[in-house]
Nanobody
């Protein structure tokens, strides 16, 4: 069971990016009802929750600072993070992760037991 995050890059303030988190083919059914969260970690800072989508009903959750600019969605075996109006402070490695019990608790990384590798987002003028 693996997660693969992609879509990072270097953009200017105000630009948009869409990150993708894909489950490996052999895990598509296994993770179908798991929550998939996005976290980010900037240099020298702790990892923080960004968004989460429930596997059971597709409910979405966002950290306060991202709500309104970021949108997460799920299509088949891919979870997306659409990021609009990017700011320099959004610069970080972004990770997707899976929670088997579908809790979508963005305040802690503990429940998320499967992690993809990070994809770097750099926002700079």
């Amino acid at each position: 069971v693996q997660l693969q995050a992609s879509g990072g890059g270097s953009v200017q303030p105000g630009d948009s990016l869409r990150l993708s988190c894909t489950t490996s083919r052999d895990s598509f059914v296994t993770l179908d009802y798991w929550a998939i969260g996005w976290f980010r970690q900037a240099p020298g800072k702790e990892r923080e929750g960004v968004s989460c989508i429930s596997g059971a009903d597709g409910s979405t959750y966002y950290s306060d600072s991202m709500e309104g600019r970021f949108t997460t969605s799920r299509e088949k075996n891919t979870v997306y993070l659409q990021m609009n109006s990017l700011k320099p402070e959004d610069t970080a490695f972004y990770y997707c992760a899976a929670d088997q019990f579908d809790r979508c608790d963005l305040g802690t990384t503990g429940p998320f037991i499967i992690w993809g590798q990070g994809t770097l987002v750099t926002v700079s003028s």
